[in-house]
Each structure stands twice: as structure tokens, then as C-alpha cells.
Nanobody
Framework: QVQLVESGGGLVQPGGSLRLSCAASGSIFSINVMGWYRQAPGKERELVATISSGGTTNYADSVKGRFTISGDAKNTVSLQMNSLKPEDTAVYYC???????????WGQGTQVTVSS
């Protein structure tokens, strides 16, 4: 059984920074991509950033230049969020897709609130 555990969410003032981390455990084979999605109240879940096994990164236009995704260690992914804005407030979900599996895995989510 595969589990994704996120950490690092919280409350921060506009312009501040937070770092999210996600660790995957269990029977994991050939990770294709890991990443982060977010869902704000009343909105659909949207992609924030992904990183492939080869290190290729992809970002939503709204976070380019402010957020950085990285694979710090085996089966982990982090998201450094700088210059946070109130519109970044959402529940952030870790995501992982493995080769040969149709559906990906999701974490439970971690709340990020940007407010003064």
C-alpha cells in the first residue's frame, strides 16, 4: 500500500514563504512524476508544479518565478513557496504517478493560508 504524507503547511503573511514536503512510502515502483496540486474553496483542483523522474519541471503560470519544486531525496518532493499571495490560499495535495498504473496516488492535503 502506497502512502503520501505531506507536511509544512500553515499560516503566513503575504510576501512570506513556506516549504511543503511530501514523502512517499510503501510498494513503489518506477515513479514517473511527482508534484503538487491545490484546491481553493469553491474551485476545482489545479496543478501547481510537477517534476518528472528525469528532473523536468512544470509550473502553473500563476506560480512561475515564485515557487520551486524539487526532489530532495528518494521518493520525496518539496515545494518552496516564496512571495506568497492571498490567492495562494488552498489545500495543497501531493501527487505521484508510477509507470504502468493508470491512476496516480494522492496525499491527504495540507492547508496553506496566506493572510495578514
Amino acid at each position: 500500500q502506497v502512502q503520501l504524507v505531506e507536511s509544512g503547511g500553515g499560516l503566513v503573511q503575504p510576501g512570506g514563504s513556506l516549504r511543503l514536503s511530501c514523502a512517499a512510502s510503501g510498494s513503489i515502483f518506477s515513479i514517473n512524476v511527482m508534484g503538487w496540486y491545490r484546491q481553493a474553496p469553491g474551485k476545482e483542483r489545479e496543478l501547481v508544479a510537477t517534476i518528472s523522474s528525469g528532473g523536468t519541471t512544470n509550473y502553473a503560470d500563476s506560480v512561475k518565478g515564485r515557487f520551486t519544486i524539487s526532489g530532495d531525496a528518494k521518493n520525496t518532493v518539496s515545494l518552496q513557496m516564496n512571495s506568497l499571495k492571498p490567492e495562494d490560499t488552498a489545500v495543497y495535495y501531493c501527487y505521484m504517478h508510477t509507470i504502468g498504473r493508470a491512476l496516480g496516488y494522492w496525499g491527504q492535503g495540507t492547508q496553506v493560508t496566506v493572510s495578514s
